[in-house]
DNA sequence: GCTTAGGTTTTG
């Protein structure tokens, strides 16, 4: 076959190409040159219909763009392919793909002039000896299983493409790999935002200085030290003062790695959501032996005993005590468990401005030294927790001695600015020096410097204290109350007594008392909504999802719907002994490359464990299966559409399903927002809502009556579609609900609630009933 | 939506 498509595995990171072929820049393409043994190289940005000639040869044309010069126009090229390699491309290629071709004729471009590209174009098909090469953008990858069995998870990861530092260009957009050569740790800048300045170097022997600001600290990449490896995703390249500069674009993301060879490859990142195949962490080990024999790494880290004066040095400590000086410096007691062998300051500070347990203080009067921190610290040291553990960066020691002492003691600043990655950083508790100090600070043997007696006053403090802010909680649960109006607060309040002897339907105020709650196990209180036929249903559960993916595996996949105009299909076999075959069609979108994982895809033949993993990598993911002419969804008792963790169903009576060719209208949207209500309307499916469904038994002294709760976010604050997947939800929820009725808790002392309740009528032939429902109601945000 | 900083020690 003369299209070869070359998939990369996870044991091959290069192309096969042969090795008599030499790359041929789009610059030195002339008409008429000799180009044998030459090939050209470029990711496809454009691609026409596939067309007949008037003699019936095949006809593809597709729009190559250079790897070398980005931002030049004359960097895209147009490729006419003819004859069966047209076909053959027509079916494989897709935008973003790698596409490679030697034996190439080189032709004047006739719309050179028009469209702005290359001054020729290349004229490829079999007769005139071409190959093509096409490396695909997406991988297969395979996972052993977890339980170590001889299963295997089948998973797809979009594949990033990461730039070597020294091929960087203005203007664009990219994803790097580089080892931290220096940095700043995260500190509040002049704007709005928290700033962290990281030098990297690659073995392209190019350095870039990146600035990434983030609102959130937490954003910015986890670097401890120099040396630690980063993958930047989506970075913005562009010139300042001749260099090339990154800075923080929309979608920026980082991953950090320990540096070290040999240590664990594991990542440090604030995004729940990333992608780390096998493939990365060969990068990760390739970059730290590197960096192991091309950058100087600083050796171990200072202890408070090796410190010299006059000098400056990263310490690795916990924070004992805290406490305000003045409005331009802040004061830090730290430890690391070793003794300074100088007499160190101290930095008098009134008694009442000392943050700390006393009693520690006390202990560790004789191992803590005073940290000075100034200026733009400041406000970072105040919000660190006692007992943190920190790496304070390029402290000074100063040796002064004061006019009313002989001796001279040792001073310890953290001058104002950033420069020399001046700062303070929070290191978390799994990282290994803190293991390492953790366990050395509780070898130290602090026997002898105890001295309980003057602390118990201070003891008896924090006791006092804690009791008043309970009392104060209890009161306001006693006077206000927990829940708040929405709406209507003019209205007065009407005692229960009053709202069972009216006649319906009515709305009144009420103030009252949770009694008792139905379902008391919470999470029986979701159900699906269809509000069309006001029909409920339970939300069905993972085996009925099962069941239905394995009927419709039985179906086979229908090739002659694989890669349409607005999909692209990529079909695998699975390594274990079924062999199954899944199909993924990938719905094209414009920002495919920068956010492969913004993808809506389609998948036949995958298990539920397959459909899931997909749901959590890809943006959404619709199970499908083939008939004779279109892709079609399954029984609507499955969910139709997986978003993440919630699985969206379709109502069976309100839903007309039509064939899937209906979503390419939405793909073909500038900036599809994949909203599953959009989907589901051009599909034809009546989404079904997720609500919660409770009865309060409410009693206010004068009556009693049961009130249904019938809410989809606004009473709880949490959405019925994600409780189902978050046990955390589902605490928050049990803690409202705990609050709201408390257990074991008498009458007098249950908390009031002020609810809106409209009473309405339920009559069948048997009997006529009244009904109430809470409306325009919600937990007070201080109950929260 | 924009800025912030843009490595190269304070002067307390």
């Known amino acids: 076959m003369p299209v070869q498509l070359l998939k990369i595995r996870k044991e091959q990171s290069e192309t096969p190409l042969p090795s008599h072929l030499q790359k041929e820049d789009l610059k030195h393409l002339q008409e008429g040159c000799n180009h044998t043994n030459k090939y050209i190289q470029g990711i496809v940005v454009l691609s026409y219909p596939l067309t007949k000639l008037r003699d019936g040869t095949d006809f593809f044309k597709i729009v190559l763009q250079g790897l070398d010069d980005l931002c030049s126009r004359i960097n895209s090229i147009n490729i006419l392919i003819y004859g069966e390699m047209a076909e053959d491309c027509a079916k494989i290629l897709r935008h973003g793909d790698t596409f490679i071709v030697t034996g190439f004729k080189v032709i004047k471009s006739p719309t050179a002039r028009e469209d702005g590209r290359h001054g020729c174009h290349l004229e490829v098909s079999e007769e005139a000896g071409s190959t093509i090469y096409v ?383 139905k379902p008391q196990k919470l999470h029986q209180s979701v159900k699906l909504h269809c509000s069309k036929c006001n029909s409920l249903q339970e939300v069905p559960d993972g085996d009925e999802f099962d069941f239905i993916l394995r009927q419709s595996a039985i179906t086979a996949s229908n090739p002659e719907l694989h890669n349409t105009s607005w999909y692209d299909s990529e079909m695998w076999t699975t390594q274990d002994q079924k062999q199954r075959n899944i199909v993924i069609h990938f719905i094209k979108h414009v920002e495919m490359l920068a956010w492969p994982e913004n993808t809506l895809l389609m998948v036949e033949g995958g298990t539920l464990k397959e459909v899931w993993k997909l749901a959590e990598r890809f943006k959404c993911v619709i199970p499908v299966r083939s008939t004779e002419d279109d892709l079609e969804l399954l029984d609507l008792s499955a969910p139709f559409l997986l978003q993440g963790n919630v699985k969206y169903y379709g109502c069976k009576q309100c839903s007309a399903p039509k064939p899937m060719t209906c979503l390419s209208s939405i793909a073909a949207e500038e900036q599809p927002s994949w909203d599953p209500t959009e989907i589901a309307e051009v599909l034809g499916i009546v989404l079904l809502q997720y609500v919660f469904v409770m009865r309060f038994t409410l009693v206010d002294g004068t009556g009693a009556l049961n009130a249904y709760l019938f809410d989809y976010e606004n009473f709880f604050q949490i959405p019925a579609s994600k409780i189902l997947t978050s046990s955390f939800l589902q605490e928050k929820m049990q803690m409202t609900m705990n609050m709201l009725c408390p257990p074991g808790r008498k009458l007098g002392d249950l908390p009031w609630l002020e609810c809106f309740i409209k009473s309405y009528n339920v009559r069948d032939a048997m009997k006529h009933q009244v009904c109430y429902q809470i409306f325009d109601t919600t937990i007070a945000g201080d109950v929260l």
């Not at 920026?252 to 060879?261: E, I, K, N, W, Y």
């Not at 002897?501 to 009144?508: G, L, M, N």
Request: aromatic share 10%; net charge positive.
């Open 135 to 517: 490396q695909t953008k997406m991988l297969q990858i395979i996972l052993p299983c977890s339980s170590g069995k001889s299963q295997y998870i089948f998973s797809v990861a979009p594949k990033y493409v990461y730039t070597p530092l020294n091929q960087l260009k203005d203007g664009t957009i990219v994803n790097l790999y580089g080892v931290v050569k220096f940095f700043k740790p995260p500190y509040v800048s002049k704007g709005t935002d928290y700033c962290s300045v990281v030098t990297l170097v690659d073995p392209s022997n190019a350095k870039l200085t990146c600035t990434l600001f983030n609102g959130n600290p937490d954003s910015l990449p986890k670097i401890y030290k120099v040396g630690d490896i980063v993958r930047f995703h989506r970075i913005k390249i562009r010139e300042y003062n001749g260099q090339m500069q990154g800075i923080t674009s929309g979608g920026f993301a980082s991953l950090t790695f320990d540096g070290t060879v040999g240590a664990p490859v594991v990542p440090r990142t604030s995004s729940k959501m990333y992608t780390f195949m096998d493939e990365e962490h060969k990068t990760i080990e390739e970059l730290r032996v590197w960096a192991a024999s091309n950058i100087s790494v600083p050796g171990p880290a200072a202890k408070l005993s090796s410190v010299q004066p006059m000098l400056f040095f990263d310490l690795t400590c916990q924070l004992i005590g805290k406490a305000k000086v003045d409005g331009s410096s802040f004061l830090l007691k730290v430890w690391d468990g070793t003794k300074c062998p100088y007499p160190t300051w101290r930095v008098p500070v009134e008694a009442k401005d000392l943050e700390g347990e006393k009693v520690l203080l006390h202990q560790l009067r004789n191992l803590m030294v005073d940290i000075l921190v100034y200026d733009n610290h400041v406000q970072l040291a105040k919000s660190l927790k006692i007992g943190s553990f920190l790496r304070i960066y390029s402290i000074h020691t100063k040796q002064a001695s004061a006019d009313n002492e002989d001796v001279s003691r040792i001073e310890f600043h953290l001058h104002g600015g950033t420069c020399y990655g001046r700062g303070i950083r929070v290191l978390p508790e799994s990282n290994p020096d803190v293991k390492e100090l953790k366990a050395f600070l509780e070898s130290v043997d602090l026997a002898g410097s105890q001295n309980m007696e003057s602390m118990s006053s201070v003891e008896l403090d924090d006791t006092f204290s804690g009791f008043t802010d309970f009392e104060s909680y209890s009161q306001r649960c006693q006077q206000l109350s927990v829940t708040v109006l929405t709406d209507h607060q003019h209205l007065k309040n009407t005692e229960l007594k009053t709202v069972i002897t009216s006649a319906a339907p009515q709305q009144y105020r009420i103030r009252a008392k949770l009694r008792t709650y």
